[in-house]
């Protein structure tokens, strides 16, 4: 009799299962009754979120979250602009990846030490290391990203000074040639066209020329543009001609990178000598000394034995 019951009730079960999932994705009698009385448009339907907007908002719930001092804010802040990373939620995100990684790596860890044969005492060091290890990698990411970023401004900007001394020759303005250097260089390096069009909006926006320039040598941190802003405030305070010194400073720079070529390739010999050491020599070993070996084991050691 017990059987009979629970078949009845298990029967029972499925058929409201099924019901509610028939009623839900294929009969859907809500869109029906809608679409015969014409009340479908009344009513605004919402739009999908996606997955990753819901990630976004909760790294940046996390973000606010994470006490912060003035002092370490404006430094995150920019490590962030000189990575190109400008939107308004950047900061709250970083943190808030901080905290997502610093709680979610330790739990993979711990999950994945469970049962291990390992002392307590290691576990519990490997627990410590991932939750520093997802602490500070969003640090770290947003360092490699400045640098890179900053080594495709270094490797655009003789270009762009290049362009910007035949604007300046041809009669053009400082501020129109580094909005028309910004225009041309788009494509070929978007770093420091970026870059030049932000100083043009600030010039646009009612700052001194001096003051767009050191806010471009201050947000990039690179060397070489640091030099050319110096250049071009100098020449700008003293008044000398601004396409001669922009001449002179590309003159510079051209040598400046032939000299650092020679020296990259004066230091080639000196960084093949491990990979020639550990990869080339012992190829070259093995094909060359490989055969006589073998001969040897196959015909000299038998002969030798015979005697």
């Not at 029967?11 to 028939?22: D, E, M, Y």
């Not at 912060?68 to 990575?83: E, F, G, H, N, Y």
């Not at 000398?240 to 990178?257: E, I, K, N, P, Y």
Request: net charge positive.
């Amino acid at each position: 009799m017990s059987a009979i019951l629970l078949a009845a009730l298990l029967f029972l079960a499925i058929s409201a299962v099924g019901t509610l999932l028939g009623m839900r994705l294929w009969a859907k009698p809500k869109e029906a009754i809608e679409r015969v009385t014409a009340t479908a448009n009344d009513i605004p339907e919402e739009m999908p979120v996606h997955p990753s907007l819901v990630f976004r908002d909760l790294l940046n719930r996390l973000g606010e979250r994470l006490p912060t001092s003035p002092k370490d804010v404006t430094v995150m802040q920019k490590r962030l602009i000189r990575a190109g990373i400008r939107g308004q939620s950047a900061l709250k995100m970083l943190y808030g990846s901080k905290v997502a990684l610093g709680i979610a790596l330790p739990l993979v860890m711990m999950l994945a030490t469970v049962g291990g044969s390992s002392g307590s005492s290691n576990k519990v060091m490997a627990i410590l290391a991932a939750a520093g290890f997802g602490f500070f990698a969003p640090n770290e990411y947003v360092s490699m990203m400045s640098k890179r970023r900053q080594k495709q401004m270094a490797r655009g900007l003789p270009n762009a000074l290049d362009l910007l001394v035949v604007c300046v020759e041809s009669g053009l303005g400082l501020d129109q040639a580094i909005l028309q250097v910004a225009k041309e260089l788009e494509h070929a390096h978007p770093e420091i066209s970026e870059e030049f069009a932000l100083v043009n909006l600030e010039l646009k926006a009612g700052k001194r020329r001096a003051e767009a320039l050191r806010n471009l040598a201050d947000r990039t941190s690179v060397d070489d543009l640091r030099k050319l802003v110096a250049v071009l405030i100098q020449a700008d305070r003293f008044g000398t001609g601004v396409a001669q010194s922009l001449r002179a400073h590309a003159d510079f720079m051209r040598v400046q990178a032939r000299q650092v070529a020679e020296e990259k390739a004066a230091k080639l010999g000196v960084k093949l000598v491990f990979p020639i050491f550990f990869f080339i020599l012992p190829t070259l070993f093995v094909v060359t000394v490989g055969p006589v070996a073998v001969k040897i084991m196959r015909e000299l050691i038998p002969m030798m034995q015979g005697i």
